[in-house]
């Protein structure tokens, strides 16, 4: 499956890590977009506002469209999301059978679609994801850099 990719979907994605980073969390966003490409859910990290160590883009976009569908499985389905997805997240896109992941900067701390780990195209799992990364790689990667910037000097007293 040749991967279809929409930058106006990652600029959703992107405003979303920019509300996001408003609210004091980790600048990531995220996009569920349907086979037809309408958004069917958009959210950014909660960890901290809803003291929810789940509570990532990814996982709540997936919560949303599952609601939306009425089902747990969100079948020819693309997450946009602005940074590569962690292993749980991936894990929760293979359970959701997602289609494909569009993100943006990669993670070679946590990353779970290709960078430390590669759920995405696991032939031991059942399902398989086209994961797609570096789009709107420097945008993505400078707001997770400016926003851990920011905390250390916030640290430091600077």
């Known amino acids: 499956m040749e991967a279809k990719i929409s930058l106006e979907m990652m600029a959703l994605a992107v405003g979303e890590a920019e509300r996001a980073a408003g609210d004091g969390e980790v600048p ?18 909660r960890t901290i506002t809803l003291n ?9 976009v997936l919560r949303r469209g599952a609601g939306i569908l009425r089902n747990y499985r969100l079948l020819n389905t693309t997450l946009y999301v602005t940074v ?3 292993v749980m997240c991936m894990g929760a896109i293979v359970h959701a059978r997602i289609s494909q992941i569009i993100f943006g900067a990669y993670d070679p ?7 430390l780990y590669d759920l995405a195209s696991d032939t031991r799992l059942n ?6 990364g570096g789009v709107m790689e ?9 926003f851990f910037q920011a905390r250390r000097v916030d640290k430091n007293g600077g």
């Open 109 to 115: 701390k946590w990353g779970g679609a290709g960078s």
């Open 52 to 60: 929810d160590p789940t509570a990532h883009a990814e996982m709540l």
């Open 28 to 45: 990531v966003g995220a996009v569920l977009v349907d086979e037809q490409g309408s958004v069917l859910a958009a959210d950014h990290n």
């Open 84 to 86: 590569e997805p962690c």
């Open 138 to 146: 420097d945008r993505c990667r400078q707001m997770m850099r400016d």
């Open 127 to 132: 399902h398989r994801v086209a994961a797609v």
